[in-house]
């Protein structure tokens, strides 16, 4: 396990709408050099880069063409090398984005695997036998290939599975096993990514639907299998490397495949949303100053998966990430600050996504960019100052356009504010830097766990109040030390917390 995994805080870019340095109106590497400082200064010494390779971005770079090119409109090979370097001498790291599932259909192994003349790619995705070979229960793209065959989808219609066979053979005459040299080629060509990009200087990858690589594997165990294999790999030759997983399972993307961290999000329905998001509008989630939130449920799905991963890897919390509306969709901002407070000491690699921490706001209504439908309201430019595009790029015409409201939130209007969200954000990251009880490893302990609202948890000797709600509240305790920090009003005396509305308190005892 890679030690500097334990004290790191990550933050996520997109890199199309951070800084263009160049003015043709899209982020690039060379603007993420300009900005390492910035994000440094934040607290954060680790970046997750959403995917920089050659595509023709029908979803935002998820759809590769190229895996060993960085796409020209974001640089060079050679930048990104600039890029590594430059982190690397700021003691940061960086991870790229993996994506294993599935490659564009304009890749080349995807040209030469839908032609009908037979070649050593033809099995490198996965193709019924025939065009009039269907299978409802397949996502299939049926007719549009010269092959006579129909491809199955992982993601996009333009994202092609790429082919590491079948757990259970429902169709014997076109599914391959796991085991079978072709699906094993697949693994290798993986392999063979990941080891150009650690040897250039990468540091790690977030690994895209990590959970999607073998078919018909409910349990998800020949799938693990092969990460199990990536880990060993990763352990003799690039030991210091990480692997983030977008499977959102803890058990079974750390345990069983030995993924370094797991995302914490809503898939497979665990507590995330239930956290942040449940209801329409947040309304039916724990920090709602509301009250209806489900501690219960999250403390019971979490907990548990926190206990048996514990010491195999880390659960990942995030602000939220590309996918998803930005929490500011859902929630004002003292209960945001609450959020972040939370999300910054509890124990795993923390992940903060790029404009949460000036409280970047979700844009409604956006037409769609790159396949981004619903979720283009999160990707819109980082807003860094007053000014033309609010400091991300002099062009006339950027990426997505920024917020336009007169009050949008900008790096510099929020850095020497002391009500920001900002304050709160770099805050809870230097205080969780310096104090050893809230790195990733250290101890959790839930004091309140019957789900009651307000609650408290224990890290060590360092222990969280938090009063989400929007009347005052009492915590009994027998916690005696000094205050840390506090959002609010929250005093503790005579074994008790007395909490004012949506406040939160931080005590390390003596
Ligand atoms: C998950 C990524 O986060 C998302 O942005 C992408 O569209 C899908 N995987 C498909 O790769």
């Not at 340095?21 to 970046?47: M, P, T």
């Not at 600039?82 to 982190?87: K, N, Q, V």
């Not at 000491?345 to 439908?373: A, N």
């Not at 009492?474 to 929250?490: L, P």
């Amino acid at each position: 396990m890679p030690k500097w995994l334990n004290d790191a805080v990550f933050y996520e870019i997109y890199p199309q709408s951070f800084y263009d340095s160049n003015g043709d109106g899209i982020g690039d590497i060379n603007g993420i050099i300009e900005k390492l400082d910035y994000v440094r200064s934040l607290g954060c010494n680790a970046i997750w880069l959403n995917p920089v390779y050659d595509s023709p971005f029908m979803d935002a770079g998820y759809d590769v063409r190229d895996y060993y090119k960085v796409a020209p409109r974001y640089g060079t090979n050679e930048d990104l090398v600039r890029l590594f370097e430059a982190a690397h001498r700021k003691e940061m790291k960086i991870l790229l984005d993996l994506v294993p599932g599935h490659t564009s259909d304009t890749h080349p192994w995807f040209q030469v695997a839908k032609r009908a003349k037979q070649s050593e790619l033809s099995n490198r995705y996965i193709f019924t036998k025939s065009v009039w070979d269907a299978p409802p229960e397949y996502r299939l793209m049926c007719g549009i290939c010269e092959r006579d065959g129909n491809y199955m989808v992982n993601y996009f219609s333009s994202q092609p599975a790429l082919n590491y066979g079948f757990n259970v053979i429902t169709h014997p005459e076109w599914q391959l096993p796991p085991e079978h040299p072709d699906c094993q080629q697949t693994v290798e060509a993986i392999k063979a990514i990941m080891r150009f990009w650690l040897d250039k200087g990468a540091d790690g990858f977030r690994v895209d639907m990590a959970d999607s690589l073998v078919k018909n594997d409910d349990e998800k165990y020949a799938t693990a299998k092969i990460w199990r294999g990536v880990r060993e790999m990763l352990d003799k030759e690039y030991p210091e490397a990480a692997m983030v997983s977008e499977w959102c399972h803890p058990d079974r993307a750390i345990n069983d495949a030995g993924f370094h961290m797991d995302f914490y999000l809503d898939h497979y329905g665990n507590g995330y949303s239930r956290l942040f998001r449940f209801g329409e509008w947040g309304d039916l989630s724990v920090f709602n100053p509301n009250g209806l939130g489900d501690l219960k449920g999250f403390a019971e799905e979490y907990l548990p998966a926190y206990n048996r991963t514990k010491g195999n890897g880390f659960i990942s919390f995030m602000t939220n990430n590309h996918d998803m509306p930005r929490v500011s969709a859902y929630h004002d901002k003292q209960t945001i600050k609450l959020i972040n407070a939370f999300i910054f000491t509890m124990p795993g690699v923390p992940f903060l996504y790029y404009g949460d921490e000036i409280g970047m706001r979700y844009q409604r209504d956006l037409i769609s960019k790159e396949g981004g439908f619903s979720r283009t309201g999160s990707r819109t430019p980082m807003q860094w100052c007053q000014g033309k595009n609010l400091g991300f790029s002099t062009s006339d015409k950027p990426y997505l356009p920024v917020d336009l409201s007169d009050d949008a939130p900008t790096v510099e209007n929020q850095k020497d504010d002391p009500d920001s969200i900002y304050r709160i954000v770099t805050d809870m990251i230097a205080i969780r830097h310096k104090n050893s009880d809230l790195h990733g490893n250290g101890e959790l302990e839930f004091v309140y766990k019957d789900g009651e609202i307000p609650f408290a948890y224990r890290r060590g000797s360092t222990v969280m109040f938090f009063n989400p709600l929007g009347k005052e509240a009492e915590i009994s305790t027998d916690c005696v030390g000094d205050v840390v920090y506090k959002i609010g009003e929250a005093v503790i005396s005579d074994g008790k917390v007395k909490m004012q509305p949506q406040s939160f308190l931080m005590i390390k005892e003596n």
